[in-house]
RNA sequence: GGCAGCAUGGCCAAGUGGUAAGGCAGAGGUCUGCAAAACCUCCAUCCCCAGUUCAAAUCUGGGUGCUGCCUCCA
């Protein structure tokens, strides 16, 4: 079964085909650079960011470009705002951007064009649209010609008709601009400088781009005509990236993109998420300042998990209770991976360094099925499943080490197996640090711990139970976790 | 009002005609002074109605509810 991708086109799965063998152009709507980005920020880049790292897995060689829109009216009322310029403020968000995704380990892009650094590619798509009349300038905006491209409304399925009828009351709005329009659906290409604002020398006087413009000028400036996949939010299908195809197809009369893929929003309490709405979570408060249903602190990799355990097409609920829920499920999948760290030494394997994918021997069934369900538009929830399968043998293995010491499965398909799981997990940008199992020092020496032990151990002879639990109640608060066993001395470890 | 999509257990969620994966949480049991671990067991007929079929959560039709887009938006 070849991998297979929803296409938004054709709102099908197609079977996946590139333009060249086992080459992707990728190309994903980046953000416009005018504040902190939010969970449903996260929830797209982390999707994007596990589709590219999936196909590469897969064999492809992956060109992933992701731009940043540097030039828009927010930035310019962020900047008024903050008493600073455009061009600080797209600086601060950006640096702010590559912060918090860092953090959720989203790898970067191969490039991440401005809209500022494209102006010249801006104008020539702009002239060239405007000499096969498919733009006309008015009073120094240029504006698209949206009735002159019979495709139009193929990506998000409506007909110009529709968005007359539904537009109604709107469209007579006093827009001073809507009036310069030859039909209310044209869109701006070029939009003529306003006092004060940065602007551009242009053919049709001073001004600066329309938002739309950007993304078909620098997907034909950094990969070409025609790409792969172009991807991004849902709340893009219309008007973005109908009328980037508007642009690009009728500029070049070739596709623009084979795929277009886009993901689901993030709701809260039933709402999209969005800055308009104002009912946001941003990612660094997200990770920094909230606590879950266990008053736990959010570890970047739950929010990862949490992302991925829903289908991306369709909406997801944040909520307490579903972050904490994740919250837990990433314990179980990161006690698996720290388990060759922790256990591998005790174990008598040679290495410990985790061999990269086509090494492993004994576990193809794990990967295929695996692959099959990934394979399937997709499917990280599906191949979540196999992680968790391989995470939670390691985990009670390791369980049994830690309590009993004697575990009888063979230790190399224990390496094998643990070795799975972090290529697999490793795919859908599941990635643990081994400094982890360094415990911060507590406050308890090993001799006090012990000291402590003995204590208890005789209260417990003389059945003082009292004694003995508020002993064990301070040594839990202290992190150490105290084991009995019938016959032997207690044992205790550092959590 | 128009367009698109979604509706599975307490929560998240898989399943695309063959008799309901997985995760989280929960219950009972063995063990145990307590705790931990391990092991065993239990926990849904898939929004409603009608239809197609030997067989439907899965297909068709009609309802109902929810969401997104139609304005900047991941």
């Known amino acids: 079964m070849p991998l297979t991708i929803y296409n938004t086109l054709s709102r099908t799965k197609e079977p996946f ?38 196909l590469q897995w897969r064999g492809y060689t992956v060109e992933y470009v992701q731009n940043f829109t540097d030039i828009d009216d927010k930035i310019l009322k962020r900047a008024d705002l903050e008493h600073s310029s455009m061009t600080a403020v797209a600086e601060k968000y950006t640096a702010a ?33 405007e000499h096969k009349g498919f733009a006309y300038a008015v009073d120094g905006d240029v504006y698209f010609r ?19 009828a539904g537009a109604g009351d709107r469209v007579e709005a006093a827009d001073p601009d809507q009036i310069k329009k030859e039909y209310p659906f044209d869109f701006a290409l070029w939009k003529a400088a306003k006092p004060g604002e940065p602007s551009w020398e242009s053919p049709w006087g001073n001004g600066r781009p329309g938002w739309h413009i950007e993304c078909s000028a620098m997907i034909q400036k950094q990969l070409g005509e025609t790409i792969d996949i172009h991807c991004g939010g849902g709340d893009l299908v219309f008007p973005h990236h109908e009328n980037e195809i508007a642009q690009s197809e009728c500029a070049h009369d ?21 800055k308009s709405l104002g009912n946001f979570i941003t990612i660094r408060k997200l990770l920094d300042d909230y606590r879950d249903g266990n008053d736990h602190q959010i570890d970047p990799m739950t929010v990862r998990l949490f992302v991925l355990t829903a289908q991306y097409r369709k909406p997801m609920d944040f909520s307490d209770a579903s972050i904490t829920a994740a919250g837990q499920s990433w314990q179980t999948i990161k006690d698996g991976l ?29 990967v295929d099925r695996f692959r099959t369900a990934v394979d399937d538009d997709f499917n990280f929830a599906e191949g979540l499943v196999v992680v968790f399968e391989l995470a939670k043998e390691l985990r009670k293995v390791g369980n049994i080490i830690t309590h009993d010491s ?14 799975t799981l972090i290529e697999l ?6 990635e643990v640090n081994p400094d982890e199992l360094k415990v911060e020092t507590t406050g308890l020496s090993d001799e006090a711990i012990e000291s ?11 059945k003082d139970f009292a004694t003995s639990d508020r002993i064990r109640a301070q040594l839990t608060e202290e992190k150490i976790v105290v084991i009995d066993k019938a016959g032997v001395p207690s044992t205790w470890y550092r959590s």
């Open 406 to 419: 004697e575990q009888t499965v063979d230790p190399n398909l224990l390496r094998d197996k643990w070795q």
């Open 17 to 54: 085909q590139t333009l060249t063998p086992n080459q992707v152009k990728m190309y994903c709507c980046g953000v416009t650079v005018y504040d902190y980005c939010h969970l449903g920020h996260a929830r797209s880049y982390i999707v994007w960011d596990s589709v590219r790292r999936y």
């Open 146 to 164: 949206v009735r002159k491209f019979a495709e139009y409304g193929k990506l998000s399925q409506r007909h110009l008709d529709d968005l007359q």
């Open 254 to 274: 070739r596709p623009l993109s084979t795929y277009w893929m886009h993901n689901g929003m993030v709701k809260l309490s039933g709402e999209k998420m969005s």
């Open 425 to 430: 997990a490793g795919v859908l940008g599941l």
């Open 452 to 462: 402590l032990l003995t204590e208890r151990q005789i209260a417990r002879a003389n």
């Open 338 to 366: 720290l388990f060759g760290y922790e256990f591998g030494e005790r174990l008598g394997w040679a290495d410990l360094a985790p061999i990269r994918s086509g090494a492993i021997s004994t576990t193809t069934e794990e």
């Open 97 to 129: 951007y590559f912060e918090d995704l860092h953090r959720l380990n989203v790898r970067d892009a191969d490039s991440y064009p401005l809209a500022t650094g494209h102006i010249q590619e801006i104008q020539d798509l702009v002239t060239d649209l």
